[in-house]
């Protein structure tokens, strides 16, 4: 943790109170997706900010926000701690989110910018062809893919319920799913292709094809008991 709390702290210098908030929620953001900060630690803030180089006052600021993004939640005391999700609580996630996802992507069909499909299909065919697959191009290009579809679905309602359940899944599959990366790419890679043609009926599918192939790993390499 030394090494990367020091290249955080050149991140964090500088800047006013709301860019310093916001450059500490990056941080902290990214503590918890390469997993320095894993599900179930707690936050000491005088520690942690300390170990950035920042007042409390950002740091909070950014934990707060985070709490609301449901990475994080308030522990025994004043202390946050990083939320655990646990087999059950992702599988009934992943669940709710096949009831809805795929109505998401077949309304954000028509308003998807092409050059953001270009841009998403380039880094998706960039993972799938690298010697090494990288697993921080991964999920920037996972959150780039679901969040196209969010954005673009027009309906604020649906697009909230979505991003509180890929909170949920993600922090998840970031402990637990390693092994799931490349397929995860080649799946995206087929809802790409859907949307680009504007078939609906085929982005419906593609999006319950990549879910359900989630549900299915999980049960298969990760449940004793659950369904």
């Not at 009831?99 to 910018?113: G, K, Q, R």
């Not at 899944?169 to 390693?178: A, N, S």
């Not at 680009?196 to 419906?204: I, M, Q, S, V």
């Amino acid at each position: 943790m030394t090494g990367s709390v020091a290249h955080q702290k050149t991140k964090l210098s500088g800047g006013g109170q709301h860019n310093l908030a916001s450059l500490t929620y990056r941080a902290v953001s990214d503590m918890i997706r390469h997993r320095r900060l894993r599900g179930g630690s707690v936050i000491v803030e005088a520690k942690l900010a300390e170990a950035l180089g920042i007042s409390r006052t950002p740091l909070r600021e950014a934990l707060q926000r985070l709490e609301g993004e449901g990475l994080v939640l308030k522990g025994n005391g004043r202390n946050y701690v990083v939320r655990q999700v646990d087999i059950g609580e992702y599988l009934q996630s992943l669940k709710l989110r096949l009831l809805i996802e795929p109505e998401a992507a077949v309304l954000a069909v028509p308003a998807i910018p092409r050059a953001k499909l270009i841009e998403v299909r380039r880094e998706i065919q960039e993972l799938l062809e690298a010697s090494t697959y990288h697993t921080d191009e991964h999920w920037f290009s996972d959150d780039n893919l679901h969040n196209m579809i969010i954005d673009h679905c027009g309906n604020a309602v649906m697009a909230k319920v979505l991003r509180e359940l890929r909170a949920t899944t993600r922090l998840f599959e970031i402990d637990q799913l390693k092994d799931r990366l490349r397929p995860d790419s080649t799946e995206h890679l087929e809802i790409i292709e859907a949307i680009e043609k504007e078939d609906l009926a085929a982005t419906r599918q593609s999006v319950v094809n990549h879910i359900q192939s989630l549900i299915d790993f999980a049960r298969k390499n990760l449940v004793l008991g659950v369904g």
